[in-house]
């Protein structure tokens, strides 16, 4: 191949590929929101997930660091699914398994836009209403069209995507942080609609754990000290282990570099007042901070260099997932 391949694979990549676009290849609908919502409603039985799709794990093998990459290392399936992957490098008896994470939720802010537009309570997996409440959302808000269009390609592009170690499934890191949430809007009552799996929430607890050294504030601080210590030391400690641990991620944009501490961004600040105004500054600042966040990778990836081990790791499923886009056809 397997050098062609690499160069191949790379300049999908440099090529800031819309991935849901890349999976779907010879589905119909080109329409970005559409094959979102297609993406979590009907083809969830095709067992994709973009977090930890091919693509994505050859930016991870080859964009960070702190990801090494060796002749030790094995690129597999999750439990036998055909789309999931994970690398895996094992050591004698030890091994550190990777998969990845998503940055930003973009179904969160759809489903935010969806309930106050509909003035009902919408849910994620209720992929009608939130159509419904989008679309009504555009008659009334023109402007929001070209926003959340942008959103969902940026969402599934790879400025939204990082790595994350996985141990067990019962203490993955991954579900652990997936909980974190930040208050939304109310619709009937007091409850209210959250946005979930929130980026900003997750550096926040990261930043208690390097820099505040505050072990006890909430349980996935509690799981990172108990069963990812390794992991999070590997970025060092205190202060400069923070700043290592943003560097490394590419998690700049996120976070307020104009001193030193270096502070995550609160970007979700929503009032039930001045809903439209705060969702359209909402998306301008995310949408600029995952646009940064992606040429960052894509110079990244620019310099990489060929690597035989990648080469070999990635050359049989890239082949099987080109065969399946020319089946498509």
């Known amino acids: 191949m397997g050098k062609y391949l690499f ?6 990549m440099i090529n800031r590929p819309f991935l849901l676009q890349e999976m779907y290849k010879g589905k119909e609908e080109n329409n970005p929101l559409e094959l979102f ?63 990845g994470d998503t ?35 555009f008659e009334e808000e023109p402007e929001l069209k070209e926003l959340i269009e942008k959103h969902v390609k940026l969402c599934y592009g790879i400025g939204n995507f990082y790595p994350i170690p996985f141990l067990t ?3 993955s890191l991954n579900q652990k942080k997936g909980v974190l949430r930040v208050g939304g809007i109310k619709i009937g009552g007091n409850r209210k609609v959250m946005f979930m799996d929130s980026l ?17 504030s909430c349980k996935l601080i509690e799981s990172v000290d108990k069963h ?31 001193n030193e501490l270096c502070e995550p961004i609160d970007f979700f600040s929503i009032s039930q007042n001045t809903f439209t105004e705060d969702v ?17 990778l894509v110079l990244r990836i620019k310099k990489a260099e060929t690597n035989d081990i990648l080469c070999k790791l990635f050359e049989l499923p890239f082949k099987e997932i080109c065969e399946l886009n020319r089946c498509k056809k």
């Open 280 to 296: 359209k500054k909402y998306l301008k600042s995310i949408n600029a901070a995952l646009e940064e966040r992606e040429n960052e």
């Open 7 to 12: 160069s191949e694979i790379r300049e999908i």
């Open 200 to 216: 900003q929430v997750f550096l926040k607890v990261m930043y208690q754990y390097f820099v505040e050294n505050n072990l006890s």
């Open 103 to 137: 940055a930003v939720n973009c179904m969160s802010i759809l489903v935010q836009i969806a309930s106050f537009t509909l003035k009902k309570r919408v849910y994620a997996y209720e992929i009608n209403a939130v159509r419904e409440g989008i679309i009504k959302s």
């Open 37 to 99: 919502l297609y993406y979590k409603g009907d083809a969830k039985s095709d067992g994709i997930d973009i977090d930890v799709s091919l693509y994505n794990m050859f930016v991870y093998g080859t964009c960070y660091e702190n990801i090494i990459v060796n002749e030790n290392t094995e690129l597999t399936l999750q439990d036998r699914c055909k789309y999931k992957y994970e690398m895996k490098r094992v050591q004698g008896l030890e091994s550190f398994t990777v998969r």
């Open 228 to 258: 990812y210590r390794d992991w999070a030391e590997s970025f060092g400690k205190g202060q400069k282990g923070w700043k290592q641990f943003v560097d490394i991620n590419c998690f700049n944009s996120f976070v307020n570099n104009s």
């Open 169 to 171: 499934a019962k203490e």
